[in-house]
C-alpha cells in the first residue's frame, strides 16, 4: 500500500487532482501546443470543423474516447 502525505497549504488553495505521470505528461504537451500559438481565433475554429467533417464522411475520423487515444 501506497500511503502520501498532503500538506495542508496545498489542499487550502484549492482542488487536488491526483493523475497517474504518463497523464499528466500528455496533458502537458497538449497545453504546451496551444500556448504556443498564441490565440486561437474563428478561422482556427472553422477549418477543424471542415477538417473533421470531412474526415468523418471519408470515414477516416477516429473515435476519441480519452486522451491515450489522441496520443
Do not use: H
Request: proline share 4%; hydrophobic share 40%.
Amino acid at each position: 500500500m501506497i500511503i502520501a502525505t498532503i500538506p495542508k497549504k496545498l489542499i487550502q488553495k484549492g482542488d487536488l487532482i491526483i493523475i497517474p505521470r504518463k497523464e499528466y505528461d500528455m496533458l502537458l504537451r497538449t497545453f504546451k501546443i496551444f500556448k504556443e500559438k498564441e490565440k486561437i481565433n474563428e478561422n482556427d475554429i472553422l477549418n477543424w470543423s471542415r477538417e473533421a467533417k470531412k474526415l468523418k464522411k471519408e470515414g477516416k475520423l477516429p473515435v476519441l474516447r480519452s486522451l491515450k487515444d489522441f496520443w
